[in-house]
């Protein structure tokens, strides 16, 4: 990952952060086994946020260099899969190699502010992406299908989660708050929120973005059933204006 003035390499058990104008370590960070380079950097900020795994496995970490201060959020109980940062460092989705379940954390406090349903089915997650106005999030799976979720914090979330940030010192509080997600989801999938929009058209997609010049326009990249690069250009707007025209008919 790559900002201005800084370059971060993640490694199998670690993540070095060297500073760009000389290429001096800035940082060295272990964390739990990443094979898969889970890195990201605030890049619209001057002080730079940093997240990355944490050395438990389904926990993230961040680092807030501006305040000289390192977060802890207990994500998942699985391994994590992917990790999405704001370009501003405020906000982290994240998701497990289970592939079902998305959170979005507020930095500032730890808290949880919302939940996404993908889906039941256990799946590979090739890719998670914030909207440039934090408004939408991304995610595309080995399934086919790219699920887009709409973002709505509100006052009302942060005050309503912030008893999961402050039991995240201890052991037994991060079970309770595991036990109380555990009931959620087991009560069906009416109470955590489902995407907006699902866009299909690549096969096998591994990255998605939103483009900055195209509003409401999700590119998808992939490979076809016959091993073809696809790019495809999404208006997810529509997408999701359709879904919610077909849920008021049916109500």
């Not at 058990?13 to 889970?38: A, E, Q």
């Not at 998701?95 to 949880?112: D, E, H, L």
């Not at 009931?183 to 299909?200: E, F, P, Y």
Request: hydrophobic fraction near 35%; include cysteine.
């Amino acid at each position: 990952q790559l900002r201005r003035d800084a370059i971060a390499v993640a490694l199998r058990d670690r993540v070095y952060v060297y500073t760009l104008s000389d290429l001096g370590l800035r940082d060295k960070i272990y964390t739990t086994d990443n094979p898969n380079g889970l890195l990201c950097l605030s890049t619209a900020v001057q002080d730079m946020v940093l997240a990355c795994p944490s050395v438990t496995d389904g926990h993230a970490r961040v680092e807030l260099y501006g305040l000289r201060k390192t977060v802890l959020l207990e994500a998942h109980e699985s391994s994590l899969r992917a990790l999405a940062l704001t370009e501003d460092g405020t906000h982290l989705a994240t998701a497990s190699t289970k592939g079902t379940i998305i959170r979005v954390f507020r930095v500032s406090n730890q808290s949880c502010i919302a939940e996404f349903r993908r889906g039941v089915e256990r799946v590979t997650m090739t890719c998670l992406r914030w909207s440039w106005d934090h408004s939408h999030l991304a995610c595309c799976s080995e399934k086919g299908t790219t699920h887009v979720f709409r973002v709505v914090t509100t006052p009302e979330d942060d005050g309503k989660n912030k008893k999961h940030a402050s039991s995240s010192s201890s052991s037994s509080s991060s079970s309770s708050w595991y036990d109380k997600v555990r009931k959620k989801v087991g009560r069906g999938t009416h109470d955590l929120k489902a995407s907006v929009a699902q866009i299909r058209g690549v096969a096998r997609p591994i990255a998605c973005a939103f483009v900055p010049d195209l509003p409401n326009t999700l590119a998808v990249v992939g490979w076809d059933l016959e091993g073809n690069g696809v790019l495809l250009l999404s208006d997810y707007y529509s997408s999701e204006n359709n879904k919610n025209n077909n849920n008021n008919n049916s109500s």
